[in-house]
Protein backbone atom coordinates (compact mmCIF):
# COMPACT_ATOMS: atom_id res chain seq x y z
CA UNK A 1 0.00 0.00 0.00
CA UNK A 2 1.05 3.49 -0.83
CA UNK A 3 0.39 6.20 1.11
CA UNK A 4 0.46 9.64 0.06
CA UNK A 5 1.18 13.43 1.52
CA UNK A 6 0.72 16.57 0.47
CA UNK A 7 1.86 19.80 1.60
CA UNK A 8 2.84 23.57 0.40
CA UNK A 9 -0.73 24.51 0.52
CA UNK A 10 -2.21 27.99 1.98
CA UNK A 11 -3.34 31.19 1.05
CA UNK A 12 -1.49 33.38 -1.51
CA UNK A 13 -1.96 36.58 -3.11
CA UNK A 14 -3.51 36.63 -7.20
CA UNK A 15 -0.50 36.23 -9.19
CA UNK A 16 1.65 34.48 -6.17
CA UNK A 17 2.85 31.35 -6.15
CA UNK A 18 3.03 28.42 -4.34
CA UNK A 19 4.89 24.87 -4.69
CA UNK A 20 3.58 21.71 -3.26
CA UNK A 21 5.49 18.61 -2.43
CA UNK A 22 3.82 15.22 -2.47
CA UNK A 23 5.87 11.80 -0.71
CA UNK A 24 4.75 8.82 -0.93
CA UNK A 25 5.61 6.16 1.69
CA UNK A 26 5.59 2.30 2.21
CA UNK A 27 6.79 1.46 -1.11
CA UNK A 28 9.65 2.79 -4.11
CA UNK A 29 8.18 6.31 -5.28
CA UNK A 30 10.54 5.64 -9.01
CA UNK A 31 7.91 2.54 -9.54
CA UNK A 32 5.11 5.48 -9.82
CA UNK A 33 3.50 7.95 -12.38
CA UNK A 34 3.20 10.28 -10.34
CA UNK A 35 0.26 12.98 -11.05
CA UNK A 36 -1.84 15.81 -9.57
CA UNK A 37 -5.24 16.67 -9.94
CA UNK A 38 -7.97 19.33 -7.78
CA UNK A 39 -11.16 19.80 -6.86
CA UNK A 40 -12.59 23.46 -6.85
CA UNK A 41 -15.28 24.93 -4.32
CA UNK A 42 -18.55 22.87 -5.43
CA UNK A 43 -17.02 21.23 -8.65
CA UNK A 44 -15.79 17.97 -10.06
CA UNK A 45 -12.23 16.70 -9.68
CA UNK A 46 -10.02 17.96 -13.10
CA UNK A 47 -6.92 16.88 -13.74
CA UNK A 48 -3.42 19.40 -13.35
CA UNK A 49 -0.72 17.79 -14.73
CA UNK A 50 1.11 14.14 -15.22
CA UNK A 51 5.31 13.57 -14.98
CA UNK A 52 6.02 9.71 -15.98
CA UNK A 53 8.95 7.19 -13.69
CA UNK A 54 11.82 8.88 -15.64
CA UNK A 55 10.28 12.50 -16.16
CA UNK A 56 10.16 12.43 -20.39
CA UNK A 57 6.33 12.46 -20.35
CA UNK A 58 5.02 15.47 -18.93
CA UNK A 59 1.50 16.88 -19.45
CA UNK A 60 -0.77 19.88 -17.67
CA UNK A 61 -4.12 21.18 -18.20
CA UNK A 62 -4.38 23.07 -20.96
CA UNK A 63 -5.62 25.94 -17.69
CA UNK A 64 -2.25 25.31 -16.20
CA UNK A 65 -0.05 25.34 -19.34
CA UNK A 66 2.82 27.67 -19.10
CA UNK A 67 2.25 28.51 -15.30
CA UNK A 68 2.40 25.26 -13.42
CA UNK A 69 5.67 23.12 -13.72
CA UNK A 70 5.74 19.65 -12.54
CA UNK A 71 8.56 17.55 -11.32
CA UNK A 72 9.84 14.88 -9.30
CA UNK A 73 13.24 13.91 -7.64
CA UNK A 74 13.35 9.95 -7.28
CA UNK A 75 16.56 10.20 -4.91
CA UNK A 76 14.45 12.59 -2.39
CA UNK A 77 11.34 10.45 -3.10
CA UNK A 78 9.49 13.64 -3.74
CA UNK A 79 6.65 14.95 -6.86
CA UNK A 80 6.54 18.42 -6.82
CA UNK A 81 3.91 21.21 -8.25
CA UNK A 82 5.21 24.62 -8.78
CA UNK A 83 2.76 26.82 -9.36
CA UNK A 84 3.41 30.63 -10.46
CA UNK A 85 0.81 33.48 -11.35
CA UNK A 86 -1.67 31.94 -9.39
CA UNK A 87 -5.17 32.97 -9.91
CA UNK A 88 -8.50 32.94 -8.12
CA UNK A 89 -10.05 30.17 -10.15
CA UNK A 90 -7.32 28.08 -9.18
CA UNK A 91 -8.15 27.45 -5.66
CA UNK A 92 -8.87 24.20 -5.06
CA UNK A 93 -7.85 21.12 -2.35
CA UNK A 94 -5.07 19.96 -4.72
CA UNK A 95 -4.20 15.85 -4.72
CA UNK A 96 -1.33 14.00 -5.50
CA UNK A 97 -2.18 10.54 -6.69
CA UNK A 98 0.35 7.60 -8.05
CA UNK A 99 -0.06 5.23 -10.81
CA UNK A 100 1.58 2.12 -12.37
CA UNK A 101 0.45 2.46 -15.38
CA UNK A 102 2.51 3.84 -18.07
CA UNK A 103 1.66 6.40 -20.95
CA UNK A 104 -0.59 9.98 -20.34
CA UNK A 105 -2.07 9.69 -17.55
CA UNK A 106 -5.07 12.29 -17.32
CA UNK A 107 -7.64 10.57 -16.15
CA UNK A 108 -8.36 10.17 -11.92
CA UNK A 109 -9.64 6.06 -13.22
CA UNK A 110 -5.78 5.50 -14.16
CA UNK A 111 -4.70 6.37 -10.84
CA UNK A 112 -4.13 3.85 -7.91
CA UNK A 113 -3.14 5.56 -4.90
CA UNK A 114 -4.40 8.94 -3.63
CA UNK A 115 -3.17 11.71 -1.36
CA UNK A 116 -5.48 13.64 1.64
CA UNK A 117 -4.98 16.71 -0.69
CA UNK A 118 -3.76 20.22 0.77
CA UNK A 119 -5.99 23.55 0.50
CA UNK A 120 -4.58 25.86 -1.94
CA UNK A 121 -6.69 29.71 -1.69
CA UNK A 122 -6.10 32.51 -4.24
CA UNK A 123 -7.25 35.58 -2.79
CA UNK A 124 -7.45 38.29 -5.71
Known amino acids: QVQLVESGGGLVQAGGSLRLSCAPS????????MGWFRQPPGKEREFVATISLSSTTISYADSVKGRFTISRDNAKNTAYLQMNSLKPEDTAVYYCAASTRVGVLREGSEYDYWGQGTQVTVSS
Open 26 to 33: GRTFVRYA
